[in-house]
């Protein structure tokens, strides 16, 4: 069974820029997730899906921030602009549904933010 | 705020002993708590979990411990190997939020020869 995929696996960008990240979550699983986790902190969900449907985004900074999940399976994750404290990794989570709490990790992408 | 807490950043041990990682919450409404361990430049895999109507759950070489009333939960690695050696994550979620998950800042283990 494959895993979860995401691209890029590395991105450098300046203050100001844009930046986009996909995520490819695993065949058959409702819930997509995107944490946001800093150097030195635990993963922080950004924003969950359920099929196509947004559950919590409570925690996304919408002002710079967007995120879609076309036909309830590949998710892409926006940052417009960046900001320096956006600097951290970016993981893409799925489970087989949103009462599954075992969910399945990416390998996620480092952001950096010069 | 912080509801799930790792006060430990780190812990050193000795391969063939035992390891033991502590995790404390505040919100109780949590009624399911895991377990995460992570190496460098990939992502978190789940390794763990208990549901609070438990008080251990124990699956080969580890076992978590639920103290309700105190609101704390230990993972025991026994005995640690070198292949234990990454950071692992306490998380917990609430019944009925979707499987949303609130995780702890993590504990770096070390397992030495």
């Known amino acids: 069974e494959a895993g979860v995929a995401q691209s890029p696996r590395y991105k450098i960008i300046e203050k100001r820029q844009s930046v986009a990240f996909w995520c490819n979550p695993i065949?058959?699983?409702?819930?997509l997730y995107w944490y946001q986790q800093i150097l030195g902190q635990g993963p922080k969900l950004l924003i969950q899906?359920?099929?196509?449907?947004?559950?919590?985004d409570s925690q996304l900074p919408k002002d710079r921030f967007s995120a879609e999940r076309l036909k309830g399976v590949d998710s892409t994750l926006k940052i417009q602009p960046a900001k320096l404290e956006d600097s951290a990794v970016y993981l893409c989570?799925?489970?087989?549904?949103?009462?599954?709490?075992?969910?399945?990790f990416g390998p996620g992408t480092r952001l950096t933010v010069t | 705020d912080q509801q799930v807490k790792q006060n430990s950043p780190s812990l050193s041990v000795q391969e063939g002993r035992i390891s033991i990682l502590n995790c404390d919450y505040t919100?109780?409404?949590?009624?399911?708590f895991l377990w995460y361990k992570k190496y460098p430049a990939e992502g978190p895999t789940f390794l763990i979990s208990?549901?609070?109507?438990?008080d251990k759950n124990e699956d080969g070489r580890f076992t978590v411990f639920l103290n309700k009333s105190a609101k704390h939960l230990s993972l025991h690695i026994v005995p640690s190997q070198p292949g234990d050696s990454a950071v692992y994550f306490c998380?917990?979620?609430?019944?009925?939020?979707?499987?949303?998950?609130?995780f702890g800042a993590g504990t770096q283990v070390v397992v030495t020869p």
């Open positions: 919100n109780s409404m949590f009624d399911y």
């Open positions: 998380a917990a979620s609430v019944a009925d939020s979707w499987g949303k998950l609130q």
């Open positions: 208990i549901s609070s109507i438990k």
């Open positions: 989570a799925s489970s087989l549904s949103g009462q599954n709490y075992e969910q399945y």
């Open positions: 899906f359920q099929n196509n449907g947004v559950v919590d």
């Open positions: 065949s058959g699983h409702a819930t």
